[in-house]
């Protein structure tokens, strides 16, 4: 049975955590999400921190009823502290805490960074708190999304014993997400197949509508609209399908998702798009150009493809 931390006034329900008192730090998009999201499991969040006019609106529209307080406050206050800042504010704010005493031992201490394990958190550790790294697999805007999609989102979790993963795992299940565990290790190569996997994937969409709003540009669509820049139009709305279906594809397929030239071996047709993508921006080929290369090299790609690649670049 997982043991509350000094102050846990609620028995526990098999590996259901008693309710805590919860604090933020700090109330961004990652945070304000997460408090909700403990909230709605009977966790009360007594307190966050922010700075920026962004931060304390964001607070006060999901976590209306918790007062925005100085940081060392909120962290005196919390059975569970949440450290939802940047990765690269983390070790300066943890370092910040321990130096002034502001966190409670027996206190659960959970970063949601990706990129860091346990190690980050090591003088608070060594104040008898409880570390934990919590870090839900899933990107965030700001938006009432980023709540809506917690349930059923996937956690990287790295604790010090079973203790902390017992505890890590019922958070997680009771915010309605999945928990898997990373060792301390590989965090680093977990945080980049996410990144890997998010943020090119972002880049790519927009390059790729970048590329068709140049192929159609100037003309209008049944006589009622222009082609522009604005998000969410024809571009869009083209390519959304076509993406979806792809991701879609991938995960339940995985190598047999593969199709186009590279796949099929069509060197000309490779050779075509790349000229083509030269001249409409020369930034743009290139990184078509490195995409169809590791594509080719998944797709087990005749020489030639290899060699049109290869050409096209040195043109």
């Not at 709003?213 to 609209?225: D, F, K, N, T, V």
């Not at 522009?228 to 339940?252: F, K, W």
């Amino acid at each position: 049975m997982v043991q509350p931390p000094a102050g846990g006034d609620a028995p526990h329900d098999g590996l259901r955590p008693a309710r805590l008192a919860v604090g933020v730090i700090s109330a961004g998009r990652v945070g304000t999400a997460l408090g909700f999201a403990l909230e709605r499991a009977e966790h009360v969040v007594v307190g966050c921190s922010g700075v920026s006019t962004a931060s304390r609106q964001r607070a006060q529209r999901r976590l209306p009823d918790t007062p925005i307080l100085p940081v060392d406050e909120v962290a005196r206050r919390s059975e569970l502290l949440l450290l939802a800042v940047p990765d690269a504010e983390l070790g300066m704010l943890v370092t910040g805490l321990a130096s002034i005493e502001a966190v409670r031992p027996n206190t659960i201490v959970a970063h949601t960074s990706g990129a860091n394990g346990r190690g980050i958190l090591a003088p608070l550790a060594e104040r008898g708190c409880i570390t934990l790294a919590i870090h839900p697999a899933m990107t965030f805007t700001g938006s009432d999304e980023d709540i809506d999609r917690l349930p059923g989102c996937c956690f990287g979790i790295t604790a010090a014993d079973e203790i902390g993963y017992a505890i890590a795992q019922s958070l997680v299940l009771e915010i309605g997400g999945e928990p898997f565990r990373v060792r301390e290790d590989a965090r680093t190569l977990y945080h980049a197949a996410l990144a890997h996997c998010s943020n090119h994937l972002v880049t790519v969409l927009l390059d790729a509508a970048d590329a068709l709003r140049a192929a159609l540009q100037g003309q209008e669509l049944l006589g009622q609209e222009l082609v522009g820049d604005v998000p969410g139009g024809i571009a869009e709305r083209i390519i959304g399908p076509l993406a979806r279906a792809s991701l879609e594809n991938a995960l339940q397929r995985g190598q047999g998702a593969l199709t186009g030239p590279v796949a099929r071996g069509d060197a000309p047709a490779l050779a075509a798009h790349l000229r083509a993508l030269d001249e409409t921006n020369p930034d743009l080929a290139q990184a078509y150009r490195t995409s169809s290369w590791r594509t080719a090299q998944r797709a087990h790609a005749s020489s030639d493809v290899f060699a049109a690649l290869t050409q096209v670049g040195q043109s």
